[in-house]
């Protein structure tokens, strides 16, 4: 798998946009498919972390809110403590007919992450968002 582009993941549910919307931004809903989450608001700057382990490794998460378009995208920084690198995570939400809605998942600049530790490579964020 070439490191340099980005996962996409695409998925097509049954209910209407404003319904997978909230799933994206509700804090309260987002704990039930996401991670633990304190707090999240849909608002450019807003900071949030979470943590996640494997291995026995914690790593650290630091996603900053970079876009929002209401109903339609929302994209957010992805880094890690104490670890090179950034990459951004963009949802993307199309409406479709009898209450569709398309979601198109991309997570770009996985290659900036350190090439040396076997948990940044492609393959585990393809299955990890696939999974979620």
Known sequence: MTTNEPVIIERTF?????KVWKALTNADQMRQ???NLKEFKQEVGFE?????V???IKYIHLCKITEVEFCK???????????????YVTFELFPGGDNQTRLKLTHSGLETFPKNNPD?????FVAG????
């Open 33 to 35: 498919w996401y991670f």
């Open 48 to 52: 949030f972390q979470f943590e996640a």
């Open 120 to 124: 940044f490579d492609k393959h585990n």
């Open 129 to 132: 968002w696939t999974d979620i």
């Open 14 to 18: 049954n209910i209407p946009v404003n």
């Open 54 to 56: 494997k291995d026995d």
């Open 73 to 87: 995208k929302l994209t957010h920084s992805w880094r890690y403590h104490g670890f090179e690198g950034i990459s």
